[in-house]
Nanobody, 118 residues
Framework: QVQLVESGGGLVQAGGSLRLSCVAS????????MGWFRQAPGKERDLVAH????????NYADSVKGRFTISRDNTVNTVYLQMNSLKPEDTAVYYC???????????WGQGTQVTVSS
């Protein structure tokens, strides 16, 4: 069973930065696209950043474009999300997952809470 373990969340003031990490326990990690999703209270879980299997192509939701950067290190089965210029509306639980047609493929991990105070 694939395990996804996210970390790096926390409480930060508006304008601050955080770097999230996600380790995937799957030996084929380097063969598929990965993404970061987020879910705010009372809202659906949405894809905010997507990176292809090689790390050469990235896509972002309009709400985070220019502020967030997704990257990956296939040697350690890890995907990262650098979040800068954080806003209160970025407050959510953040999850990583393998991405296929814009959706997560594996069972979700516990996520990591990001809270941005104004």
């Amino acid at each position: 069973q694939v395990q996804l373990v996210e970390s790096g969340g926390g409480l930060v003031q508006a304008g601050g930065s955080l770097r999230l990490s996600c380790v995937a326990s799957v030996h084929t990690f380097r063969t598929f696209d990965m993404g970061w999703f987020r879910q705010a209270p009372g809202k659906e879980r949405d894809l905010v950043a997507h990176i292809d299997w090689r790390g050469g192509s990235t896509n972002y939701a309009d709400s985070v474009k220019g502020r967030f950067t997704i990257s990956r290190d296939n040697t350690v089965n890890t995907v990262y999300l650098q979040m800068n210029s954080l806003k209160p509306e970025d407050t959510a639980v953040y999850y990583c997952n393998r991405v296929l047609s814009g959706e997560g493929v594996y069972y979700w991990g516990q996520g990591t809470q990001v809270t941005v105070s104004s």
